[in-house]
């Protein structure tokens, strides 16, 4: 079955650490670039974070560079999220996404909360 | 970065009825543009690509149209299960991706 499925998330004090992982199944992830999508509860998807297929080139949202670091393990088709530095306003579900060969996202994990309060 | 606006916010519509979501982007992104659906609790699930295009196992009744700057999603006959967020994105520039406010579609 081709899924995506997170894992890591939970509750963390303000300028606390979390690492968030995304299981990859049924596709070749290493042929793939992905991607982390947050969202705030009640608030609408806000992109956070882009890697290459081969992990190569990174993107970071504005809101998260300097503390968010995406990296991969093509070897165990895993997608990360290391998050430093948090502040409240990171409190969101995280969502690990696959990206198309036409960039488009084409498959969505079921998303991982982060809460971020003291 | 581009920036990806929705109209309306909410859209109340009765079943059965025609439902019609914009979305207007601050510069060209030609036809790399998305539609995805979110019901409550779940993740979004892509809905059109490439401005047009149904993605696998989307019904028929909803469509997508537009270029440019300036798009639409249809829903031609409104199903309990289509009342949900609707968000555009557009993919035009690696990786700059944006998505847009999102429009609710709710029970008129």
């Known amino acids: 079955e081709v899924q995506l499925v997170e894992s890591g998330g939970g509750l963390v004090q303000p300028g606390g650490s979390l690492r968030l992982s995304c299981s990859a199944s049924g596709f070749t992830f290493s042929s793939y670039a992905m991607h982390w999508v947050r969202q705030a509860p009640g608030k609408g998807l806000e992109y956070v974070s882009a890697?290459?297929?081969?992990?190569?080139?990174?993107y970071y949202a504005d809101s998260v560079k300097g503390r968010f670091t995406i990296s991969r393990d093509n070897s165990k088709n895993t997608l990360y999220l290391q998050m430093s530095s948090l502040r409240a306003e990171d409190t969101a579900v995280y969502y690990c996404?696959?990206?198309?060969?036409?960039?488009?996202?084409?498959?969505w994990g079921r998303g991982t909360l982060v809460t971020v309060s003291s | 970065e581009i920036v990806m606006t929705q109209s309306p916010a909410t859209l109340s519509v009765s079943p059965g009825e025609r439902a019609t979501l914009s979305c207007r982007a601050s510069?060209?992104?030609?036809?790399?543009l998305a539609w995805y659906q979110q019901k409550p609790g779940q993740a979004p699930r892509l809905l059109i690509y490439?401005?047009?295009t149904r993605a696998t196992g989307i019904p028929a009744r909803f469509s997508g149209s537009g270029s440019g700057t300036e798009f639409t999603l249809t829903i031609s006959s409104l199903q309990s299960e289509d009342f949900a967020v609707y968000y555009c994105q557009q993919y035009n520039n690696w990786p700059r991706f944006t998505f847009g406010p999102g429009t609710k579609v709710d029970i008129k």
């Open positions: 890697i290459s297929s081969n992990g190569g080139s990174t």
């Open positions: 510069q060209s992104v030609s036809s790399n």
């Open positions: 490439g401005a047009s």
């Open positions: 996404v696959k990206g198309s060969r036409d960039r488009y996202f084409d498959l």
